[in-house]
């Protein structure tokens, strides 16, 4: 028999990778969107699936939709993907953020609860919620110290999750994903920011762009990597919490100097702190400043994550390492912004 699967937010980077990745395992896939996002596909239209799942409007805001979607299919996994992503956007508004992200999970759960525990659910937790970090690095026990209205949100969607898997027998999990990139991210979020603007710079387009702390280290991974892993934890005897992550970390800065590697000039930084450009040598001209604008009223300096569990119990380990990403990003934004 197949599977069926829902995803939320299956329009965004994460339900694309997903979405593929099931179709791949022979499931039925239902996706969901806010119908203000109904039109933004191009994610499934670059995987070329969109033909191949069937598409649904559902509002996290509005629990009847969720019914509705419940009751219209026989679901066996739920992916919930969807939520207010974006940090920055948090902290401008951290009301409709926590609406969507913290309590768009305990809705999902409630219909579960109420119509059919036996579904398994999975929840997309952060690496956000470790915020200030207390621990180096982060694994499943390091205790979270959020910084931004985003993470305080993600972190209720955790706990929550956690709480309904003991009180109510449910299989429901939360994978901690740190930072996964693709040519699927959307260019608000740092690293697409960085490889389309260069892109756009190669070709003459773009003059420069502004960034924020060119210090903040992440443990970036490639998202269709991720996607794995967050199918193989429903695929366990026991639900439990993992973190997923690579387990190495690199600044903003190294990610642009692995980028600019794809440029067709050289480059080189001067300058200190808020004054420090990168110069493109070619023709002296800057093409990268600091702006304090970008950067966030609680920054959140280091994430590293600590996957060895999930790795042990799984057998996951990402396929794509940190050069090999930056250069997909890099190559196929150089092509989509060509002349």
Known sequence: ??????????????????????????????????????????????????????????????????IRIFEKYKINEVYNLGAQSFVASSFNNPISTTDVTALGCLRLLEVIRNKNKKIKFYQASSSEMYGDVLKIPQDEKTPFNPRSPYAVSKLYSHFITKNYREAYNIYAVSGICFNHESPLRGEEFITRKITSNLAKIENGSVDFFELGNLESRRDWGYAGDFVEAMWKTLQQKKPEDYVISTGKSYSVKEFIDEAVKYLSFPVQWYG????????????????????????????????????????????????????????????????????
């Open 1 to 66: 028999m197949k599977k069926t699967a829902l995803i939320t937010g299956i329009s965004g980077q994460d339900g694309a990778y997903l979405a593929k990745f099931l179709l791949k395992k022979n499931y039925n896939i239902i996706g969901t969107d806010r119908r203000s996002s109904r039109d933004d596909k191009w994610r499934l239209r670059y995987l070329q699936i969109e033909n191949h799942l069937v598409i649904e409007d559902m509002d996290l805001l509005d629990i009847t939709q969720i």
């Open 272 to 339: 200190e702190g808020i004054r420090r450009v990168l110069i493109n040598k070619k023709n002296n001209k800057i093409i990268i400043k600091i702006n304090k604008k970008y950067f966030r009223p609680t920054e959140v300096d280091l994430l590293i994550g600590n996957s060895n569990k999930l790795r042990k119990k799984t057998k996951w380990k990402p396929k794509i390492n940190f050069k090999e990403l930056v250069k997909i990003m890099m190559l196929s934004d150089l092509k989509k912004f060509k002349n």
